[in-house]
């Protein structure tokens, strides 16, 4: 334990030397040697490569490789240009998921909660909070990263985009109707196209709903499976997603520069900000409006939204969530019910976050999306961002769908990959907080809820 603090300590003090020794190399009248600057500022990768050995956790690893990345691309530019290939095959792995992900997380959230006898009110009020509070997420984020600019002005070397900026033709409204309707899921599969794989995914799960349970118990199983092990098949490729980062950040600061890092930081910014606006401008009002305790239920959704922050990962928050909520007042019917509805159908940390990536992979293009265009985004965002809160970094599986199916390049994707760790931490949480939140607004709509009742010990999830 000491010798951890130890470590990170030393970490921290080289890093705080090598800074100071880059910025004092511009004042000072003498300068340093290039070779003992390069050697300061690799010191620090060496303690983190300690530290990420020690903790043995893919968060510090993947933030390891941002900066290794980012020190290897500036000292060796020639070679880092040479590995954007890691990275594609990252990004190839990640395309696999898109389709069974989808598939199993939408048919088992359809299916799986289709009996509205049973659930009454509750089943429709739930899914109208859903959709209002997620497209209002949607168009905070599309807002925000339109007042930002984050990712325009950018210069683009032509050998970095050579090839991979597909040209598309203007299609009629006709076309885009036709386009959203699958005619054969295999080839939509095939081509990438995220909304038709939806589209048939929410059909054949109302399908699924209306057979008789002898016929409907198996496949939930089936999806439900498929849908356990695409999680896992996801865990898999994101231990690969170190390397992805270190390429990804090298390649980009090896072509541009430096000044690719500011555009970054500029999207991250924007993401936090445009999270706390949707807190105080959404989450608050509804708090007060159906006056529920605001420190009460701070109190209970504070642990499961840093637990959701530390794993960036809703799923691992979701005992603790089921079990606070139920504490906080909310009958366990509700809890039961809302919650896991909710991780389908409720992401309101990512639908914001995918608003501001999918134009600021436009921006970093360099292509201008009309607000036509933009909007039909948003609407198709509303539809391939359920079913992702359960899988760490998932929601870059949904933004390359989302890309390839307005015609924007994939390579943007590996620069926000280099910070999409510290954009996943806060969009997480905000997805736990929201469906904690709707809980308690539908035991409020109910005439359910009950702050004072007495909770029965030990919660059966």
């Known amino acids: 334990m000491f010798r951890n603090r130890y470590v990170i300590l030393g970490f921290f003090v080289v890093f705080s030397v090598a800074v100071a020794a880059q910025v004092a190399n511009h004042y000072l009248p003498v300068p340093i040697p290039a070779w003992l600057l390069m050697v300061l500022r690799w010191l620090p990768m060496a303690c983190g490569f300690v530290v990420a050995l020690r903790r043995r956790k893919l968060t510090t690893w993947i933030f390891l490789a941002m900066l290794a990345g980012v020190e290897f691309g500036y000292d060796l530019p020639s070679v880092a240009k040479e590995l954007n290939v890691v990275s594609q095959v990252f990004i190839r792995m990640v395309k696999t998921i898109i389709a069974p992900l989808l598939f199993g997380t939408l048919v088992t959230g359809i299916a799986g909660h289709a009996n509205l006898r049973q659930v009454g009110r509750m089943g429709w009020k739930s899914l109208v909070y859903f959709e209002v509070v997620s497209t209002i997420a949607l168009f905070i984020g599309l807002a925000a990263i339109n007042i930002s600019g984050a990712g325009l002005g950018v210069t683009i070397p032509p050998d970095m985009v050579k090839g991979t900026l597909p040209q598309v033709q203007p299609q009629t409204w006709h076309e885009v109707i036709l386009h959203i309707f699958p005619e ?19 059909l054949f799960g109302i399908a699924v709903a209306m057979v008789k349970e002898e016929f409907r118990s198996p496949m939930l199983r089936f999806t439900g499976s498929l849908t356990a092990v695409m999680f896992k098949f996801t865990n898999i490729i994101m231990l690969f997603a170190p390397f992805a980062v270190f390429s990804a950040i090298a390649y980009s600061v090896g072509h541009m520069g430096l000044s690719v890092l500011l555009n970054l930081f500029q999207l991250l910014a924007t993401l936090y900000v445009a999270l706390l606006a949707f807190i105080l401008a959404v989450f608050l009002p509804i708090i007060l409006l159906l006056k529920i305790p605001v420190m009460k239920f701070a109190r209970a959704v504070a642990e499961p939204a840093t637990i959701a922050f530390a794993t960036t990962s809703s799923e691992s928050a979701l005992p603790r969530a089921m079990e606070n909520m139920e504490v906080f007042g909310v009958p366990r019917k509700i ?17 914001l976050y995918l608003a501001m990536a999918s134009i600021f992979v436009a921006n970093m293009a360099g292509i201008r999306l009309s607000f036509d265009t933009q909007i039909v985004m948003m609407l198709t965002l509303m539809l391939t961002s359920k079913g992702v809160a359960g899988v760490p970094r998932a929601s870059l599986v949904i933004l390359l769908g989302t890309a390839a199916s307005f015609g924007l390049p994939a390579w943007p994707v590996f620069i926000i990959l280099g910070i999409d760790e510290l954009m996943d931490m806060a969009r997480t949480a905000i997805n736990v907080i929201g469906n904690c939140l709707a ?6 709509w109910e005439g359910e809820f009950d702050p004072d009742k007495p909770v029965d010990q030990g919660f059966l999830i």
């Open 439 to 444: 809980t308690a607004v539908i035991a409020k």
């Open 335 to 351: 809890v039961a019910f809302v919650i896991p509805t909710g991780y389908s159908f409720n992401l309101d940390g990512t639908t």
């Open 184 to 202: 054969n899921i295999a080839k939509s599969i095939a081509d990438g196209n995220v909304l038709q794989i939806v589209v048939f995914s929410i």
